[in-house]
Nanobody, 123 residues
Framework: QVQMVESGGGSVQAGASLRLSCEAS????????VGWFRQAPGKEREFVAA????????HYANSVKDRFTIFRENAKNTVYLQMDRLMPEDTAVYYC????????????????WGQGTQVTISS
C-alpha cells in the first residue's frame, strides 16, 4: 500500500506561479511512476503530467506543456508540479496518484489517489 498526500494549492491571480507537492509513504519501493491529474467542477478528471519514479522521463498534457514542470525528489519521496503562467482555466482540484502503466494518461491506470489540493486562478 502507498499513501499520497498533496499540498501547495491556493488562490492566485493569472500569470502567477504555484508549486504543488505530492509526498508518498508506505511501500514506495513499489512505485513505478507518479501522475498529476486535475478535476474542475462539472468536468472529468484529466491528466496533467507524469514522471518516472526512477529516471527523468516525463510526459505532459498539451494544455500545460511549456508552463508546468513535473519533477521528483526521491530522498523526500516527493513529486512536485511547478506551475507557471497560470490561467483561469487551470482552476481545479489537483490530485496525484501512483501509475500502474508507464506514464499513462488514463486515470484508470492509476491508484492510491491523494485527497487533492484546490488551485484557484482569478483573472
Amino acid at each position: 500500500q502507498v499513501q499520497m498526500v498533496e499540498s501547495g494549492g491556493g488562490s492566485v491571480q493569472a500569470g502567477a506561479s504555484l508549486r504543488l507537492s505530492c509526498e508518498a509513504s508506505g511501500r514506495t519501493y513499489t512505485i513505478d511512476s507518479v501522475g498529476w491529474f486535475r478535476q474542475a467542477p462539472g468536468k472529468e478528471r484529466e491528466f496533467v503530467a507524469a514522471v518516472m519514479w526512477k529516471g527523468t522521463t516525463t510526459h505532459y498534457a498539451n494544455s500545460v506543456k511549456d508552463r508546468f514542470t513535473i519533477f521528483r525528489e526521491n530522498a523526500k519521496n516527493t513529486v512536485y508540479l511547478q506551475m507557471d503562467r497560470l490561467m483561469p482555466e487551470d482552476t481545479a482540484v489537483y490530485y496525484c496518484a501512483v501509475g500502474l502503466s508507464r506514464l499513462s494518461t488514463l486515470k484508470e491506470r492509476y491508484r492510491y489517489w491523494g485527497q487533492g489540493t484546490q488551485v484557484t486562478i482569478s483573472s
